[in-house]
């Protein structure tokens, strides 16, 4: 039985000569792994490169077998994002992310088309937004069930553990008065206007490593990021 399926691919690993692995996040039916045989007219590599956004057709041979796609074509093609080397050091990012965090095997549509939704924006406007890493970061945890709770108030900290503001600040693990006014605004903004809130370098690297804590906190099995080292080189240009 032949099912066809919107896709985004989080990760491609080689797995002969002329197939590979491809771990996809669909629509329909969640987090999926398929083989597929490289073509040169069809399935071909570029269509399976970070968080491309393809159409797929699939068959299954067997019960023990993994699933195969028999056809794939991008539903959307990235304009600015492969040219742009910001850009595509945020794609990066964004593909550890989401592998490592998105682990659903059904379908969950409000979280693809979030995902769907915030790159093509990323790839459609015309500046590069050096906020738009962090302002994803921090959607996503809505998805996962720890979005920042509670109420701001001037000279509140963040309690990275609790996942809430907090007047106080006798927990160890906390956000800074800086950086908790700083995700405060983050929560306040929006797809478009968060590229105004004002930061340095050290606050954009300081609230990433700390945003990577609070996920490690509240997700099993998530660790460190090896594309932040990379997005810190980009940063600090």
Do not use: C
């Not at 023990?64 to 794939?72: E, F, G, L």
């Amino acid at each position: 039985m032949n099912l066809k399926t919107q896709a985004i691919v989080l990760k491609t690993t080689k797995y002969t000569d002329k197939s590979l692995i491809i771990k996809l996040f669909t629509k329909d039916f969640g987090l999926r792994s398929y083989i597929v045989s490289i073509g040169k007219k069809s399935n071909t590599k570029a269509s399976f490169q970070a968080l491309n956004m393809i159409e797929i057709e699939t068959y299954q041979k067997g019960n023990n077998q993994m699933p195969r796609i028999k056809n794939s074509k991008n539903y959307y093609h990235f304009k600015t994002i492969q040219t742009n080397i910001y850009k595509t050091s945020v794609i990066q990012f964004l593909q550890e992310l989401l592998h490592s965090t998105v682990k659903e095997e059904s379908a969950n549509v409000d979280l693809y088309e979030f995902i769907e939704v915030h790159l093509q924006y990323f790839d459609e406007s015309i500046d590069f937004n050096s906020n738009f890493h962090l302002y994803f970061i921090i959607e996503l945890t809505k998805y996962f069930g720890f979005y920042p709770q509670g109420i701001y108030i001037k000279g509140a900290i963040f309690n990275i553990e609790e996942g809430h503001f907090e007047r106080t600040n006798k927990a160890s693990n906390i956000m800074n008065n800086r950086l908790s006014e700083i995700l405060y605004l983050f929560t306040k903004s929006n797809i478009e206007n968060n590229r105004e809130i004002k930061l340095n370098v050290q606050d954009r690297r300081s609230l990433l490593n700390d945003l990577i804590a609070f996920y490690q906190f509240h997700l099993d099995g998530f660790k460190d990021l090896k594309s932040i080292d990379v997005l810190e080189s980009i940063f600090s240009d």
